[in-house]
């Protein structure tokens, strides 16, 4: 791991990673007031996700604003059932067994309550997300692009190959677009 430092030219993205980190700690201690254990791991993958990539909030969000659109304003008998079990105490295990992929798009599909005022704060965040992707690829993607440059270069080897794991679609999909677009 190393870190990615952002550069002027990433200042949007810079500035989406701040107001999702804000959306989340919103989310998240709403969530906790109103006992909504759902959003609040639903708040956790959003923070996950713009680590992992513009592609993968921007594509998140558009998701959850259709979910919200939809006008779905009561949590989803499917997370009632995973969250409590027969018995009435909780039961995460079903949800903590689940990957980052899975768990966001249960989460997603299930059409969880919404918090108050999010669809004007998700619309919000989903421009800045399509200005984000509009304006140049990820700080993260072209770092990856520079190391496995300096990899080939320090192994005398132009044709290395790589193994790069990622924990969402979207970013896999991203990056696929993005090194074969630089060969």
């Known amino acids: 791991l190393f870190p990615v430092a952002w550069q002027n030219r990433h200042a949007a993205q810079h500035r989406l990673y701040e ?4 959306y989340v700690r919103h989310g998240y201690n709403q969530a ?17 996700l713009v680590v992992s990539s513009t592609r993968a909030i921007r594509t998140t969000l558009e998701r959850r604003l259709a979910a919200l659109k939809e006008g779905e304003q009561q949590a989803s008998l499917r997370l009632a ?3 409590n079990g027969a018995d009435g105490s909780e039961n995460f295990d079903e949800l903590y067994d689940m990957d980052g992929q899975e768990l966001l798009d249960e989460l997603l599909k299930s059409h969880v309550s919404a918090l108050q005022s999010e669809g004007s704060h998700v619309e919000t965040l989903l421009d800045a997300a399509v200005r984000c992707e509009q304006a140049g690829p990820d700080a993260k993607a072209e770092a990856l692009i520079e190391w ?23 970013t896999q999909q991203m990056l696929k677009e993005f090194l074969e677009a630089r060969g």
């Open 19 to 22: 107001a999702v980190t804000d």
């Open 148 to 170: 496995v440059y300096e990899l080939q270069a320090e192994e005398n080897e132009p044709d290395l190959k790589v193994l790069i794991f990622t924990e969402f679609v979207p």
């Open 81 to 83: 059932e995973l969250e």
């Open 32 to 48: 906790l007031i109103a006992q909504q254990r759902h959003i609040g791991f639903l708040m956790i993958l959003m923070q996950r």
